[in-house]
């Protein structure tokens, strides 16, 4: 199978000349399988997957994308994906269902206008408990029949999830609004068949909602692929995943001077990605999720500081790289 990173900045963009080399978009992969002609797989929903569109000459994408989780570095690419919002295409999206209840709206009162200090009381607006759904309760629109995605009853929760990122009035379409076919399904920890490999998701640590670390399984290889883990909370389920995989694709935000912030995000320093791979017995090492103020020569220096005692390949993982397994 061929991996192809569309984009592998991690928290937002990273535009400027100083990023050019490494790359400027978010968490975004393809899996092309031994004989298809294009990708079928694709983890991630970053800005990187409008580098997908170009690498398929904006035709129709047919496969499925599988999400890690929900933070807007691993969706915002979805509403511009131009091979996904067209007639032609055909898309199972797969996100992790949430245990948790949605957490508590706000209402501000930011002291304007009367000398206070400027502060926010929070107070929870009847926000009424999940029912029968991890999903919460639904934000999205019915969908409309005649257009537009699939109405199909059991992906309207998922569908829901997805649109409180990217429906009005914090973007102008719900989920519903891309054109083509497409279908949201919750996913649960385990295997599932996606895009013709077989792929295992898997709870690992992070911060601010579900997190899944993806395994893949295909033409008698194996990849992982963890862009957003904290090892430091938990390297057991990680390694587990990754244990013997050809490729290890982890997060490679932080360094170790950068300690406190990492843990206080979910992150991992290169150093805990060396020793994820260590744990894990894997073949080689890319690291992915650089930091987005970093440039080239930092990402350079901070690889060569923290990985530079691995006794197996390590390689800083750029926008259009193309690895063949
Ligand atoms: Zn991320
Ligand atoms: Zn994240």
């Known amino acids: 199978m061929r991996i192809t990173l569309h984009g592998v900045r991690g928290s937002m963009p990273a535009p400027g000349r100083e990023y ?15 004989g298809e002609a294009s990708p079928t797989l694709v983890l991630d929903a970053g800005t990187g997957l409008t580098h997908l569109s170009r690498t398929l000459g904006h035709r129709p994408f047919h496969g ?39 957490p508590p709206r706000y209402e501000c009162d930011d002291g304007v206008g009367r000398g206070a200090p400027r502060q926010h009381t929070a107070v929870a607006v009847d926000v009424p408990a999940p029912t029968g759904t991890t999903a919460g309760p639904p934000i999205v629109a019915p969908f409309p029949s005649g257009g537009g995605a699939e109405p199909e009853k059991s992906g309207s929760a998922a569908a829901a999830l997805l649109g409180r990122a990217m429906s009005p009035p914090h973007f102008p379409i719900g989920p519903e609004g891309l054109a083509g076919r497409w279908r949201f399904r919750m996913a649960e920890a385990g295997w599932l068949e996606a895009g013709g490999a077989r792929v295992l998701l898997t709870d690992i640590p992070h911060k601010g909602g579900r997190t899944f670390g993806i395994r893949v399984e295909a033409d008698g290889a194996s990849f992982a692929y963890l862009p957003d883990h904290d090892p430091s909370a938990d390297p057991a389920p990680g390694a587990t995943l990754a244990h013997g995989v050809d490729v290890l694709l982890h997060d490679a935000q932080f360094a170790e001077s950068e300690r406190a912030i990492a843990v206080a995000y979910g992150h991992s320093t290169v150093a805990d990605a060396v020793a994820l791979a260590i744990r894990a017995d894997v073949g080689r090492l890319v690291l992915i999720h650089h930091a987005p103020t970093r440039t080239d020569d930092a990402v350079d220096a901070l690889a060569a500081r923290e990985a530079a005692d691995a006794e197996f390949p390590v390689t800083i993982g750029r926008e259009r790289d193309v690895i063949d397994l």
């Open 64 to 102: 499925e994308i599988v999400l890690t989780h929900l933070h807007w570095d691993h969706v915002q690419g979805l509403p511009f994906f131009r091979s996904g919002d067209t007639a032609d295409a055909d898309v199972v999206l797969h996100l992790p269902a949430q245990d948790a209840p949605p």
């Open 20 to 34: 050019l080399r490494v790359g400027g978009h978010t968490s975004c992969v393809s899996v092309t399988l031994t």
